[in-house]
């Protein structure tokens, strides 16, 4: 064996130095193509835009990034008072100045938020100028459009989420070369180019996918009449909405509407149900938690024992302000004038009590929803325990008695949907619901106030209050007994006019997708986040203190500060910062 390994070293030796004699001479021979490379021809194969444009959809888990993911449990329902930070005050402090609105240009959850969103635009932009540049004789025109039309669409959506936390950010797309691309400034109104990759989202997307995850033309149509409406472009998004209700409803094989039982829509077991009309996919087991949702892995009860899910971290806490909400009057019907938070309307709560000292739940009349959407003690955390108070919180003088309820997993769901193989089996399964048929519902209903159909939105509103109203899907004890005192009804008796309208719209869309990262950015196109958001942090300001206390909402708030480190990068000439930071 040794002296054949010798005479293949000779061999290899004189064929080496004889192709260095004669190829010394040539150019050519110092460019070798790199093995094992993804290179472009590789990339640009089939399998390889379609690995692309799977890459693409990948930025939607919040991967390695607890504050980058578009559920928005931070962006959007900490800022918009649905929740406080949670936990105490010493863990994950970077978030402590957010949910003050005292956040500096330097601040990590800023930074995370802006580099997960820009490497969505990226992977979507690497894979529009393969697509379109393509050799590979198998890749058709259909795959190309079908292509082009998903990315396009996540591009505009990763765009949209940009421009909504900072309005300023420069936009760079799949023509320019790096070096043109860190010269773009952040002047520039986006929302033409925006609204340019989800029409054609929208007109090339085919109604249905083969796969589940992939956006089709539904979501695309959601997306595009959100982005009008976000620009007060009523007219155009109503259409677009009453397509999606009305025909992507009913298309072939794609049935959208609102889920018998409310729970259902967060229960992991349910993915990719029929009020789902887009999400981030996540899956569990597959050898490490990379593509489990990373986004919401510590928002749960902070406690140990076989009887807790998770047991950490406590974060993401239902606000005071929030619980109060769902109070609802003699009819069912939520306190429009604000009265909820005050005197016997306040829902009776826990804060102060240790566990062991006795408590009994409100026993006014609730909004169901409330008890699928919030754990208060008392009342069943669903198919765990009864939430036990302060024994499952890890500072209520910071973070007040509630734990999160629509992201936990179910006991019956913990061992195939989630992955104990790290540190937590918070890593779950778990779809994040990025649009659905309840939220598509809301939207319409706001065109419809504008467009003077009010009993049209009214009709909207109601569709959304009859499926909560359901008697059967209410949260029970074991007795099969309710397990409060739940009282909804519908709005049967017209609405006066179109402020009466907006405000029963708005506060249906507060009280139905509270959680779900949407509060604080319908507070700002609506015009009423300083009022809103100050009034809120005074309320729970009196109670949490050490969190909120003395906190404000300025104007600047409004939007994020650019991140500081991307100041650095560009320059100061370049990217601007907003206003006030």
């Known amino acids: ?137 198998t890749v058709t025109d259909a795959d190309k459009t ?40 952040n002047n520039v109104d986006i929302y ?82 029929k ?58 019907l939520p306190l429009l004038d604000g009265s909820y938070n005050s005197g016997a309307n306040a829902v009776v709560n826990d804060q102060g009590l240790t566990s062991a000292q006795p408590f009994t739940p409100d026993a006014g009349p609730l909004d169901p929803r409330l008890d699928h959407s919030v754990g208060r003690r008392g009342i069943p955390y669903l198919d765990w325990i009864d939430h036990p108070g302060a024994s499952w919180i890890r500072d209520q003088n910071f973070a007040g008695p509630y734990s999160p309820k629509k992201y936990v997993f179910r006991r019956a769901t913990q061992d195939n949907l989630t992955d104990g193989s790290s540190w937590t089996r918070g890593w779950t399964s778990q779809n994040t619901i990025l649009m659905r048929f309840a939220d598509v519902l809301l939207m319409a209903a706001e065109c419809e106030i504008e467009a003077g159909t009010i009993d049209k939105a009214r009709e909207y509103v109601n569709m959304v209050r009859a499926r909560a109203a359901n008697p059967a899907t209410w949260v029970k004890r074991g007795d099969g007994s309710n397990a409060a005192n739940y009282v909804i009804g519908l709005y049967n008796t017209p609405w006066s006019d179109r402020e009466a309208a907006h405000n029963a719209v708005r506060f249906e869309r507060k009280i139905e997708l509270s959680g779900e990262g949407h509060r604080f950015f319908d507070l700002v196109r609506w015009g009423i986040a300083s009022t809103t958001i100050n009034a809120y942090l005074q309320h729970d300001g009196a109670k949490l203190t050490t969190a909120l206390g003395g906190a404000t909402f300025a104007t600047k708030d409004l939007l994020y500060p650019i991140p500081q480190g991307q100041i650095d990068i560009h320059g100061a000439d370049v990217l601007k910062q907003n206003d006030g930071y």
């Not at 390695?64 to 800022?79: E, L, P």
């Not at 580099?115 to 393969?130: D, W």
């Not at 082009?148 to 936009?171: C, D, M, Q, T």
């Not at 919401?296 to 005071?320: E, I």
């Open 275 to 332: 009020e789902t009309v887009f999400a981030a996919q996540h899956a569990v087991n597959t050898g490490s938690t990379n593509n489990a949702s990373h986004e919401f892995v510590l928002n749960y009860p902070y406690a140990s024992g076989s009887d807790v899910p998770a047991g950490c971290c406590g974060f993401f806490q239902p606000s005071f302000e929030l619980v109060n909400s769902f109070r609802t009057d003699a009819n069912g």
């Open 192 to 273: 033409p180019k925006i609204e340019a990759d989800l029409e054609y989202a929208w007109n090339n997307l085919p109604e249905m996918q083969t796969a589940a995850g992939r956006a089709n033309k539904w979501a695309a149509g959601a997306y595009l009449g959100k982005v009008y409406l976000y620009q007060n472009k009523h007219a155009a998004a109503l259409p677009i909405f009453t397509d999606v209700i009305m025909l992507g409803s009913t298309a072939t094989g794609e049935k959208y509407g609102l889920m018998d039982n409310y729970s259902d829509v967060f229960n992991a077991s349910f993915d990719n149900n």
């Open 146 to 185: 079908r292509i082009s039309a998903e990315a396009r669409f996540l591009r505009g959506l990763y765009y949209f989420e940009l421009v909504r936390i900072w309005k300023n950010v420069p936009y760079v797309d799949e023509t320019m070369t790096a070096d043109e691309a860190i010269a773009v400034p």
């Open 1 to 137: 064996m040794k002296n054949l390994t010798n005479k293949l070293a000779v061999v290899a030796s004189i064929a080496l130095s004889a192709n260095l004699l004669f190829s010394a001479c040539k150019e050519s021979f110092l460019e070798v193509e790199p093995t094992g490379a993804l290179t472009d021809q590789v990339l640009s194969s089939r399998k390889g835009l379609d690995g692309l444009l799977i890459g693409a959809y990948s930025v939607l888990t919040g991967r390695d990034a607890w504050y980058g993911g578009f559920g928005n449990w931070v962006h959007g329902s900490i800022r918009g008072g649905d929740a406080n930070k949670g936990s105490d005050a010493g863990d994950q402090a970077v978030a402590n100045p957010v949910q003050r609105f005292e956040t500096l240009p330097n601040n990590g959850v800023v930074a995370d938020k802006w580099r997960l969103t820009y490497e969505g635009v990226a992977r979507c932009n690497t894979l529009l100028r393969l697509v379109a540049s393509t050799q590979d004789p």
